[in-house]
């Protein structure tokens, strides 16, 4: 009985050291800076090796919970979302408005807590109105932008930086100047590149080192030349643009009001074109936003959706070094709900999995 029980206890005491040993390191694991390269300051964002992972982000917008927009909700919903997919996102993106001050508190926050930040700024101010993409272009927004200029400069940290994602839909109609409704639309696809050129050449001449430029569209605007909104007529120039991204979502077309699941997409389905077109422009590819609906009459169909996608991203889009995720419900969409954190655990399970996937993990 002696023998028996000291055979007992070595075998519970190698367990429990066994256990311990994979908390501590699982600790370590979570708690580690996403990149060691957020600690040079001054330099752009670096475009992940191959083989070294991709970046794996999201936007999560507080008010999808219920949260109002102060710092604290942001960083509170944030830190959730890490807390329950086991590991910290290498890169949080927020929106931000024209007149905002830039960087902010929670920028200053985020970045210190290892993630590059990305700023998407639209030209829309806090009221609704259209900032004209033309005088921007012409400098008379100049006053605003040099303050912002010289707000990240002293900043530092590395980040991302978008004017105005998805310009499709504020192009004036037929991309006519004339007759155009400047409360509804920001100008022409010839006002919105001079735009981009002037805040890049505008941010460089203030001393500006730390940002990647990104430019960002929807998918779908890749597949009809004849469209003026042709996702190729929109862009800047490969002079002023370092990450080409594209905003895909799985959301079927509406009919009379009713939702047309026959419609549903694979992420390959939707990125297709938009990167068979960005991949010869030699710049380093990414999802700026992207999301999948459920199907009330196939429960599991999301998770699915996230399985498929993962494996085409390992096996088809090598050229995507980075991928964000848009975790909100608009109010100004109704039924356009991309939230994880609901009633559907099969597809957050599939996406935590994904997360914790060596390929999407730049510190492996």
């Given at each position: 009985?002696v023998a028996?029980s000291?055979?007992?206890?070595?075998?519970?005491?190698?367990?429990?050291?066994?256990?311990?040993?994979?908390?501590?390191?699982?600790f370590?694991?979570?708690?580690?800076?996403?990149?060691?390269?957020?600690k040079?300051?001054?330099?752009?964002?670096?475009?992940?090796?191959?083989?070294?992972?991709?970046?794996?982000?999201m936007?999560?917008?507080p008010?999808?919970?219920?949260?109002g927009f102060?710092?604290?909700s942001?960083?509170?919903v944030?830190?959730?979302?890490?807390?329950?997919?086991?590991?910290?996102f290498?890169?949080?993106?927020?929106f931000?408005?024209?007149?905002?001050?830039?960087?902010?508190?929670?920028l200053?926050?985020?970045a210190?807590?290892?993630?590059?930040p990305f700023?998407?700024?639209?030209?829309?101010?806090?009221?609704?109105?259209?900032?004209?993409?033309?005088?921007?272009?012409?400098?008379?927004?100049?006053?605003?932008?040099?303050?912002?200029?010289?707000?990240?400069?002293?900043?530092?940290?590395?980040a991302?930086?978008?004017?105005?994602?998805?310009?499709?839909?504020?192009i004036?109609?037929d991309?006519n100047p004339?007759?155009?409704?400047?409360?509804?639309f920001?100008?022409?696809?010839?006002?919105?590149?001079?735009?981009?050129?002037?805040?890049?050449?505008?941010?460089?001449?203030?001393?500006?080192?730390?940002?990647?430029?990104?430019?960002?569209?929807?998918?779908s605007?890749?597949?009809n030349?004849?469209d003026?909104?042709?996702?190729?007529?929109?862009?800047?120039?490969?002079?002023?643009?370092?990450?080409?991204?594209?905003d895909?979502?799985?959301?079927p077309?509406?009919?009379?009001?009713?939702?047309?699941?026959?419609?549903?997409?694979?992420?390959g389905?939707?990125i297709?074109?938009?990167?068979?077109w960005?991949?010869?422009?030699?710049?380093?590819?990414?999802?700026?936003?992207?999301?999948c609906?459920?199907?009330?009459?196939?429960?599991?169909?999301?998770?699915?959706?996230?399985a498929?996608?993962?494996?085409?991203?390992?096996?088809?889009?090598?050229?995507?070094?980075?991928?964000?995720?848009?975790?909100?419900?608009?109010?100004?969409?109704?039924?356009?709900?991309?939230?994880?954190?609901?009633?559907d655990?099969?597809?957050?399970?599939?996406?935590r999995?994904?997360?914790?996937?060596?390929?999407?993990?730049?510190?492996?």
């Amino acid at each position: 009985m002696v023998a028996k029980s000291a055979r007992f206890g070595k075998i519970a005491a190698g367990a429990i050291l066994t256990i311990v040993t994979a908390l501590v390191i699982a600790f370590i694991w979570f708690n580690r800076e996403p990149h060691a390269q957020q600690k040079d300051l001054g330099t752009p964002v670096p475009v992940p090796a191959t083989g070294a992972g991709v970046y794996w982000g999201m936007h999560r917008d507080p008010s999808a919970y219920g949260k109002g927009f102060s710092s604290a909700s942001r960083e509170a919903v944030l830190t959730d979302a890490e807390a329950r997919l086991g590991r910290k996102f290498d890169i949080d993106h927020q929106f931000y408005r024209w007149g905002d001050a830039l960087p902010n508190a929670y920028l200053r926050w985020t970045a210190a807590q290892g993630r590059y930040p990305f700023i998407s700024l639209i030209a829309v101010d806090r009221g609704g109105k259209p900032v004209q993409w033309a005088d921007i272009a012409s400098g008379k927004q100049d006053h605003y932008l040099s303050k912002v200029a010289k707000g990240i400069k002293q900043w530092g940290r590395s980040a991302y930086f978008s004017f105005h994602h998805e310009p499709e839909h504020e192009i004036c109609p037929d991309n006519n100047p004339i007759n155009c409704d400047r409360t509804k639309f920001n100008g022409t696809t010839e006002d919105y590149q001079a735009a981009w050129r002037h805040i890049v050449g505008l941010f460089r001449a203030a001393g500006v080192t730390n940002l990647s430029y990104v430019w960002i569209t929807t998918g779908s605007r890749f597949t009809n030349p004849k469209d003026y909104r042709y996702g190729p007529n929109l862009y800047p120039g490969s002079d002023v643009i370092d990450w080409i991204a594209s905003d895909p979502y799985n959301f079927p077309a509406a009919r009379g009001g009713m939702v047309d699941y026959s419609r549903w997409k694979s992420l390959g389905q939707l990125i297709g074109p938009w990167y068979r077109w960005s991949i010869k422009t030699g710049k380093p590819l990414m999802l700026g936003e992207f999301g999948c609906r459920t199907d009330p009459s196939m429960p599991d169909r999301r998770a699915q959706w996230f399985a498929q996608a993962e494996r085409e991203l390992q096996t088809d889009f090598p050229q995507i070094k980075a991928v964000d995720y848009y975790d909100n419900s608009p109010r100004d969409e109704p039924g356009n709900d991309w939230r994880l954190f609901t009633s559907d655990t099969a597809g957050l399970a599939v996406f935590r999995a994904w997360g914790l996937n060596a390929h999407f993990d730049t510190r492996h």
